[in-house]
């Protein structure tokens, strides 16, 4: 049966193969930890790769600050890994099974994330006859760099070409983790950080259980086979402990023997990248290769100490996107593509195309796969944000739904302040610490710091290590909880003497120390000078300036030069102290301002670093420190400057309008003519009236004429346009007043209810409002009518009402300032 099935899914174990050699990460080494069972606090080391801040040097007057040489660029990268990757070649392995293995094994076999690793692909079945090995190795010990990763897909894929000539069908774990420790501890391997050793792992997939019943070399029959082979594995896993060697077994399926994988997980190396839990070797069981994917994903999160973020999926052409946290140093974009024939396009959060080889702004970009099934980008120092990847494929080719994952890690540059900086033996310090990335992102988003641990260790002469505990909750002696400021206080130990070193440690899923220690100088008496250092925080513009104050006491009989220096900088930042030194005048107290000019090319974002107060009439010793709380924003544009007055007036104006409007409609109101009853009389009796409809006196004027038909009483007739001068006009002012002007005349006052002379008619009008008392009359009833009093100045039908030829009337009203031209 295993005969048959051996060829089975060839793919799948190739993949799962080169899904292992991405769970690889920055574990702790034997040295880094101890012996099994010990424990052990890390005194600090100047080591390559890590950064000081030691006591301030430099001749007086200078304003630089004093720090270590930088880290050289490969240690200021993620810690490289050994690691080998065992796959499990049995003949139990289905074809969907090992498709699936393949596909994930791809994906991750191009996110390594440093190009100092090493990497070893074995697969193993069984030794049953003459001429087979249970073990083939496909890939030898590999450096992961740009071209070892190529190299890496090329071999892993040999993985699916199993040949029952050289392979047995059964599960030899003893021999593949036999042949993987002597790989792993039989070359130099890469180092970490710390100079030392990198850490060694094993990645080992299965789908089964221990397997040797037809393998001659454990015994002369299937049960003592057995037996040998559990006792074999046992002293194997003992072997790797002893080398330091991690294992971390992955199955799937229902066959899965989960006592014998738990086993090899706590019988080999259980060294950790760190001290949070699920960094410490253990097994891993999905139930259907389907999860396989996920499952690989997920266990070299844990074993690397780095984390995984999931984007989005698509066909062709398509945009994908994935987000890169702001506490990013290093990661890799991987892009499942299934086919060779999909190409990518890579997108920055900002909105720009990235190379694939090379530097830009700031980030170390390098790609491969790009003709393969997968494709991955490892970018050093990311730019946090959503990542943008634009897929596109010819037709025929885009069937296969497209995947992209961001694998990444943050290394952490820690700033601390020691406070007080020269302390006594016996007396109580209080350290605080803050944090930033490579880039000069400084970390304010406690978010993002989620499950963080910080604690520091404290060494010198006189006095064993202490460790003590830094947090950021709110508890004295922290100030505020989740202003990502984590602070702890000791007491330095009463035989302190001379020279203390303190180093932090940052743990947490995905982030990394830099272990920078800090250099102190215990103080034998009280200092004769003390100082406090005050910064102002909030925003300011390129170019613009930061405010302190530093008040010294100096109890000494002579004058003291201090300077002011900066330390830790964001990276680019342009910052310049005035005054940078200062003299504080014996026997006294002084409070000394201090400027803080920020360069027009500072980037803009929250500054990092603190500013440092040194005696140099004291061997350079640092009296106070205070961290930059300042953050780079763009200088405000004129509408971001003006908007306040603009929306003002923009208001007023609309108020003013408004207002406007209310006084124009309210004088509408008042004008319009609409229900007033025009009465035509004659001889004292009522022979017509006529009615104002709404909409018929536009601005307040009706007109109107007077029809005599032969035989016939005389009637009222509306004119239409109220322009013409055949037609008899009834106006009201914009005060109320009613005027009358006959056709081809002047006008008159009209009060309601009161006759007006219209020809040889009378006009009455009622439903109008009676004129104000005392209103002048306007100058045009000063006027008298044309052809003479009482008639109209031309012939026709109606005739007009004649004003009075002398002055003013008693009844002439006011008016004329509401009189229009076309009236």
């Known amino acids: 049966m295993r005969e048959n099935m051996q060829w089975i899914d060839k793919g799948g174990a190739l993949l799962l193969a080169g899904a292992l050699l991405a769970l690889s990460g920055p574990l702790a080494t034997p040295e880094a930890h101890g012996a099994p069972g010990t424990s052990r606090i890390p005194a600090a080391q100047g080591a390559p790769g890590t950064s000081r801040i030691p006591v301030a040097h430099g001749a007086p007057g200078t304003s630089r600050t004093p720090t270590a040489p930088a880290p050289t660029a490969p240690a200021d990268g993620p810690d490289p890994i050994d690691f080998a990757v065992v796959v499990d070649q049995s003949a139990s392995l289905a074809d969907k099974d090992l498709a699936r293995e393949t596909e994930a094994a791809a994906l991750i076999g191009q996110g390594e994330i440093s190009e100092r690793s090493r990497a070893t692909v074995i697969g193993f079945g069984s030794s049953e006859k003459p001429g087979q090995s249970p073990v083939r190795e496909v890939c030898p010990p590999t450096v992961v760099d740009a071209a070892g990763r190529q190299r890496l897909s090329d071999c892993v894929q040999e993985l699916g070409k199993r040949d029952p000539a050289r392979t047995g069908p059964g599960t030899d774990f003893p021999a593949a983790i036999r042949q993987a420790v002597t790989r792993l501890t039989g070359h130099g391997g890469g180092t970490g950080t710390t100079g030392k050793p990198a850490p060694k792992v094993v990645f080992l997939l299965t789908d089964g259980r221990l397997d040797v019943a037809d393998s001659p070399e454990y015994g002369s029959d299937r049960e003592s086979r057995q037996a040998n082979g559990a006792r074999r594995l046992t002293e194997e896993l003992a072997r790797a402990r002893a080398a330091g060697v991690q294992i971390w077994p992955l199955g799937f399926g229902t066959e899965i023997d989960r006592a014998s994988l738990t086993a090899m997980a706590e019988g080999g190396y259980r060294g950790a990248c760190s001290r949070i839990p699920g960094s410490t070797p253990r097994m891993r069981v999905v139930d259907t290769s389907a999860g396989i994917d996920k499952a690989l994903q997920e266990t070299f999160a844990a074993a690397r100490c780095a984390r995984i973020e999931h984007g989005t999926v ?3 052409p398509a945009d994908l996107t994935v987000v890169i946290p702001p506490i990013a140093t290093d990661g890799s974009l991987t892009v499942a593509k299934h086919d060779p024939k999909v190409q990518v396009t890579y997108f920055d959060p900002a909105g720009r195309k990235v190379p694939v080889r090379g530097a830009f702004d700031g980030s170390d970009f390098e790609v491969s796969g790009e003709n393969g099934p997968v494709e991955a980008l490892r970018v050093k120092n990311p730019l946090p944000g959503r990542w943008r990847v634009h897929i596109e494929a010819p037709e025929g ?22 406070d007080p900086a020269s302390p006594r033996a016996g007396e109580q310090v209080k350290v605080e610490v803050r944090m930033q990335t490579r880039r000069g992102v400084v970390v304010t988003d406690p978010k993002q710091l989620a499950g963080l641990s910080v604690a520091a260790d404290l060494s010198g002469d006189g006095f064993r290590p202490v460790s003590f505990r830094l947090a950021d909750d709110g508890k004295a002696p922290d100030a505020e909880a989740g202003d990502v400021r984590f602070t702890g206080t000791l007491t330095v130990p009463a035989g302190a003497t001379g020279d203390l070193e303190l180093v932090t440690r940052m743990e947490a899923p995905g982030i990394t120390s830099d ?9 034998e008496d009280a200092p004769l000078v003390t100082a406090a250092l005050t910064v102002d925080g909030g925003t300011v513009y390129p170019g613009g300036t930061v405010h302190g104050t530093l008040d010294v006491t100096n109890n000494d009989s002579a004058p003291h030069t201090l300077r002011l220096a900066l330390g830790d900088q964001t990276p680019g930042a342009e910052l310049a102290v005035t005054p940078a030194t200062v003299t504080a005048p014996p026997n006294r107290s002084t409070q000394i301002p201090f400027t803080l000019t920020v360069g027009d090319g500072t980037p803009l974002r929250a500054l990092g670093g603190q500013v440092t107060v040194v005696d140099t009439a004291d061997g350079d010793r640092v009296l106070r420190g205070a961290f930059l709380d300042v953050l780079v924003v763009a200088p405000p544009t004129w509408w971001e400057r003006w908007w306040k ?18 006084r124009l409609a309210a004088r509408r109101r008042r004008r319009d003519l609409t229900g007033v009853t025009l009465e035509l009389r004659q001889d004292g009796r009522p022979v017509d009236s006529l009615t104002v409809r709404r909409g018929q006196s536009p601005g307040g004027a009706f007109a109107f004429t007077v029809d005599e038909p032969y035989g016939a009483p005389p009637t009222l007739r509306r004119i239409p346009g109220g322009g013409s001068s055949a037609a008899h006009v009834l106006r009201r002012t914009g005060a109320g007043e009613l005027l009358l002007r006959t056709r081809g005349g002047g006008q008159v006052p009209v009060r309601t209810g009161e006759p007006t002379g219209l020809a040889e008619h009378e006009l009455v009008v009622r439903g109008g409002r009676p004129a104000p008392r005392g209103a002048r009359a306007t100058p045009w009833a000063r006027r008298p009518a044309r052809g003479g009093p009482g008639r109209g100045g031309s012939g026709g039908t ?3 009402a004649a004003a009075p030829t002398g002055g003013p009337g008693p009844d002439a009203s006011a008016g004329a300032s509401d009189y229009d031209g076309n009236f």
């Open 515 to 523: 272990r920078r220690p800090l250099h102190a100088v215990v103080a």
């Open 798 to 800: 109606s005739g007009t």
């Open 314 to 316: 698509g066909k062709p």
């Open 397 to 418: 080719h885009r069937d296969r739904e497209v995947a992209v994952r961001a694998l990444w890690q943050g290394r952490l540059r820690s700033t601390v302040v020691l």
């Open 645 to 662: 007055a603009v929306a003002g007036g923009t208001a007023l104006l609309l108020v003013l309008g408004a207002l406007v409007g209310v």
